[in-house]
Nanobody, 125 residues
Framework: QLQLVESGGGLVQPGGSLRLSCAAS????????VGWFRQAPGKEREGVSC????????NYADSVKGRFTISRDNAKNTVYLQMNSLKPEDTAVYYC??????????????????WGQGTQVTVSS
């Protein structure tokens, strides 16, 4: 059973950077496509980025394109989300999720079988 644990969240000023990590255990993360999602207070959870199992394909929501970078190190069983030029509207709980497919296919939550517990990101001065 795949288990995911996010880390790296925190409080950062606008314009700052954070790197989130999604560490897997219980299975080899390299068999799964992985997505990052976020949920802001009072809003629905939304997809942010996805990376296929090999790392050769990535996808980003328009709201983060050019500022966020997803990557993975399958040898370390970890996926990362580098977040630069952070804005107050990026404030949310960030979740990583894995799907038992090699490829990304949108951000429908039912497509992702395994979820982490989330890490809080707060962008504020």
């Amino acid at each position: 059973q795949l288990q995911l644990v996010e880390s790296g969240g925190g409080l950062v000023q606008p314009g700052g950077s954070l790197r989130l990590s999604c560490a897997a255990s219980g299975s080899t993360l390299g068999y799964y496509a992985v997505g990052w999602f976020r949920q802001a207070p009072g809003k629905e959870r939304e997809g942010v980025s996805c990376i296929n199992s090999s790392g050769g394909y990535t996808n980003y929501a328009d709201s983060v394109k050019g500022r966020f970078t997803i990557s993975r190190d399958n040898a370390k069983n970890t996926v990362y989300l580098q977040m630069n030029s952070l804005k107050p509207e990026d404030t949310a709980v960030y979740y990583c999720a894995a799907r038992t497919r090699y490829y990304c296919s949108g951000y429908a939550e039912y497509e992702y079988e395994y979820w982490g517990q989330g890490t809080q990101v707060t962008v504020s001065s």
